[in-house]
């Protein structure tokens, strides 16, 4: 396990160490380097510099690139335009550094120096409703967050803020109550998502039919509330039953969704209920949160109806009753005492943004977020229909995921299937990569466009080989597995000594940053950026097939053995980074 510093690291301290020597009373000055097309790397900063200590630009750059003196890394270092620095690493560094990243577990990924313990609430369905497409994104962004900032070093916590609580289980339950075979299944043994699914919507149904229809019902139906929040033994057996049957059906959606979710980690709304009373009574005590029309509420100077009116956050309704934002606040406070978090990360519809400004800033004022202490909401757009429309089906109802994910493998695997026009996979490899392939492009499509953008959700375009979808970069991957295993003697081995060709370096380069990559991610909570890198590094990798060839006869052996390395890198650091997003690498398609 050794951090690799990377080449443009390397480069950016040499120079800042030659600023700070040509320009002593600059300081510490940052060069600002950038990836340049005209040569590997351009510096920036002098001109700034420059400006502001009255030097000229041009010499003071050439002062520069005589304090930086001689480094086998650098090969070239030319002063360009008004004072720019042009600067080109060697081959043999490239090389060198590659081989240290080859070498370590991590491909010299360092650990996050100052790693914190944050707390991250996704993939949060609702008791006896439907998953739909808002699920699926909350689930496979956080999933993906998890990842990236546990290989970071962070200490992840998830929470799985399902909704399991409300004024619905009165009726519900009511209804169970006067229906009592309603959840019971035809089928001995195990009871399918599926079919847990359906029960639980026929009984939403039914019940939802007798309380807007029958007064009587619907009086019962409340009582049934009181019985519920008052801890009644038999209705809160009958509410279990909900969340349990609930749980059989989002965690076989899970299972489609090759995503672990653990048990434990599941603390829904109803988890909080204990805490709800004191987290009333500190704001109220505190101040934070004032009586008005009976209510508690916070009010905020920025936040108004449209009447010109504040619209307050209600913690406590006039009855009595507790909301959302009083389990989200108690939520908070259980996070940061009792889980030590010093980061709450909301991966939620970017609709409830203005639910969560305002209990974040209600638990800033009441203490319990501070500057050692932050939360931020990953907010993510809406998922739209491949018309661009919000996304339904013809008949006009929210598209049920279960269909969805199938949808998408069935469309998965007529595309593996076609690809293999030699008939080399079994019928059950076909269907394992249309699986592996179809819920990839799921999740990819997902996490390639920036969260808080909407996006289409288009099949045909998921799923296709050319462009910026998971298949294109899993077919990059078993490619590079497959010429590995046509490599007979040869080994991927390093070779320093060699020129390489403008293909290798630019594919050099880039594997160079996927730390950096990573890193940045991890600090912005932008999974697209390692979409995006490695959607370019498989780019990079078609254009080196292109000019260069890995087996040819005509190739030395020295030559093979540096072009396994390279492309064996590239595989490594594919297969990481779509692990890292959730996705699945296939050895063959
Ligand atoms: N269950 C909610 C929904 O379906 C999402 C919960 C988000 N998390 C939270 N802490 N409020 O919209």
Not at 205 to 213: E, P, Q, V
Request: aromatic share 8%; with cysteine.
């Amino acid at each position: 396990m050794a951090a690799v510093p990377s080449l443009a690291s390397h480069v950016q301290q040499r120079l800042a160490d030659a600023l700070s020597a040509a320009l002593p009373e600059a300081g510490s000055a940052d060069p600002l380097l950038r990836r340049s097309d005209r040569a590997d790397f351009q510096a920036n900063g002098i001109l700034a510099l420059a400006k502001k200590t009255k030097a000229n630009p041009r010499e003071l750059a050439a002062k520069v690139v005589e304090a930086i003196g001689a480094d086998d890394a650098l090969q070239e270092i030319e002063v360009s335009g008004p004072g720019f620095l042009n600067i080109t690493v060697s081959d043999a560094a490239i090389v060198r550094t590659l081989a240290a990243r080859a070498a370590d577990d991590r491909l010299g990924v360092p650990f996050n120096e100052h790693p914190g313990t944050t707390v991250i609430d996704y993939a949060q369905p609702n008791v006896a409703k439907e998953m739909h497409v808002g699920h699926l994104r909350s689930a496979v962004i956080g999933a993906a967050m998890v990842e990236i900032l546990e290989f970071t070093g962070e200490s992840v916590i998830r929470r799985h803020h399902i909704g399991d609580w409300g004024t619905q289980f009165g009726m519900l339950i009511q209804y169970l109550i006067e229906h009592p075979h309603e959840l019971d299944h035809k089928s001995e043994g195990e009871v399918s998502g599926e079919e847990a699914m359906s029960s639980l919507n026929r009984l939403y149904k039914a019940s939802r039919a007798a309380f807007d229809s029958d007064e009587e019902f619907k009086a019962r139906s409340r009582d049934r509330v009181v019985a519920l929040q008052s801890g009644d033994p038999e209705t809160r057996a009958l509410w279990q039953r909900f969340v349990d049957e609930s749980k059989i059906y989002f965690y076989s959606v899970f299972d489609q969704l090759d995503m672990e979710i653990h048990d434990a980690d599941v603390v829904g709304e109803s988890g909080y209920n204990d805490m709800l009373d004191e987290t009333c009574r500190i704001l109220e005590e505190s101040g934070v949160a004032v009586r008005s029309e009976g209510a508690l509420c916070v009010f905020f100077d920025d936040v108004k109806g449209p009447d010109g009116k504040p619209t307050p956050l209600i913690v406590k309704k006039s009855n009595g009753g507790y909301g959302y934002a009083a389990t989200d606040l108690s939520a908070i406070r259980d996070r940061v005492s009792a889980l030590k978090a010093d980061t709450l990360v909301y991966v939620v519809d970017a609709r409830q943004a203005l639910h969560f400004k305002m209990v974040f800033e209600t638990a800033r004022r009441a203490g319990w977020l501070n500057d050692e202490v932050k939360a931020v909401q990953l907010a993510f757009g809406t998922v739209l229909g491949a018309d661009g429309k919000p996304f339904k089906t013809r008949e006009g109802e929210t598209v049920r995921l279960v269909d969805l994910l199938a949808e998408a493998v069935q469309h998965a695997t007529a595309v593996v299937r076609e690809k293999d026009k030699q008939n080399r996979l079994t019928e059950a490899e076909i269907a394992e990569r249309g699986e592996q392939v179809g819920i990839g492009a799921i999740k990819y499509a997902d996490l390639s466009t920036s969260a808080t953008r909407d996006y289409r959700f288009d099949l045909d375009q998921m799923v296709s080989l050319n462009g910026d979808t998971s298949v294109y970069l899993q077919y990059a991957y078993a490619r590079i597995q497959s010429i590995k295993r046509n490599a007979g003697e040869f080994r991927p081995a390093a070779h320093p000594e060699l020129p390489l060709a403008p293909a290798e370096r630019a594919l050099g380069l880039h594997l160079d940053r996927f730390a950096e990559t990573v890193a940045e991610v991890a600090a912005a909570y932008e999974p697209h950026k390692l979409a995006a890198y490695l959607y370019q590094l498989a780019s990079h990798l078609t254009k080196f097939y292109d000019q260069c060839h890995v087996l040819s006869a005509d190739n030395p052996p020295e030559v093979v053995e540096n072009r396994l390395f390279l492309i064996d890198l590239t595989a490594r650091t594919l297969h990481q980074g779509m692990a890292l997003l959730g996705i699945r690498t296939p050895e063959r398609l």
